[in-house]
């Protein structure tokens, strides 16, 4: 049996470093797969006229710390949209193309 922490109990303060030379990867796509014990992302770009597009990154996670990332993105989704207005996501039936790739998106009618 797992004994969790007492809520008394101090958290736990981790250094991160990150290398200089790190480069971001840029990612406008998703694949997302799961067992009872992981959740996998598969990171890509897609891009307009080409057929294909290639995984740049997967990252693999417990279900766990795929909620936990959830609530991480949704609470810093909610502090840019109050400093930068609200984003706003293409309607349903639109094609993928201009989901990704029509910039600026264009508001909902009466916002």
């Given at each position: ?38 959740i ?65 998106p ?6």
């Amino acid at each position: 049996m797992t004994q969790r922490p007492s809520p008394s109990s101090k958290p736990r303060q981790v250094k991160i470093e990150v290398p200089p030379d790190l480069e971001g990867t840029y990612a406008n796509f998703v694949m997302i797969a799961h067992s009872p014990s992981e959740i996998v992302l598969d990171f890509a770009r897609v891009m307009p006229g080409l057929p294909k597009a290639r995984v740049h990154a997967r990252i693999i996670m417990t279900p766990l710390n795929a909620k936990l990332l959830l609530r991480a993105l949704n609470e810093n989704l909610a502090r840019y949209e109050a400093q930068f207005g609200e984003i706003y996501i293409p309607e349903a039936g639109a094609a993928l193309a201009d989901q990704l790739f029509n910039f600026p998106p264009t508001p909902p009618e009466g916002s």
